[in-house]
């Protein structure tokens, strides 16, 4: 499991509990590229009513985009037979959190060359992770990378 938190590393790490977790909403979509703008539109809907977001919408919507088209892009090969699954859930004092699932083989994220050095600057692909970890507060990789699990405080 590959872990990025850009949270300030004084204050104690807790996951979210379970048993306050409140799922808000549960989106599948055909692994179709034309599939992602309207369930990221639908889900910044829901996302922009939830208190203690102002402000971090943007942010959000990026993340998003980028992990849902990831996801139907290299996990479940653009295959249209196939699905992707998202997960918004809130807890009032651990903030947000996007899961995104897809079907793929799943990846390592480490492998993943960094897009901030030599080459890889000018390439016009590769940044959806780096972004993600930037925009985000804490991203996790989960079962074999092919979950995102994203939280937004």
Do not use: W
Not at 29 to 52: G, T
Not at 122 to 141: P, T, W
């Amino acid at each position: 499991m590959s872990s990025v938190d850009s949270s300030d590393q004084s204050l104690p790490e807790k996951d979210f509990d379970p048993d306050k977790l409140d799922l808000i909403l549960r989106v599948t979509l055909a692994a179709d590229r034309n599939a992602v703008d309207p369930v990221v539109q639908e889900v910044m809907a829901v996302v922009r009513q939830m208190k203690d977001v102002d402000g971090k919408e943007d942010a959000i919507e990026l993340a998003l985009q980028e992990a849902l088209a990831n996801a139907v892009i290299h996990g479940a090969k653009e295959d249209p037979t196939k699905t992707v699954e998202c997960l918004v859930s809130c807890d009032d004092e651990r903030g947000i959190l996007i899961v995104v699932r897809d079907p793929g083989t799943g990846f390592r994220p480490e492998a993943i060359p960094g897009c901030t050095v030599g080459e890889n600057v000018y390439s016009n692909h590769g940044r959806g992770i780096f972004l993600i970890n930037q925009l985000m507060d804490k991203v996790e990789f989960r079962k074999n990378g092919t979950e995102i699990h994203m939280i937004k405080r």
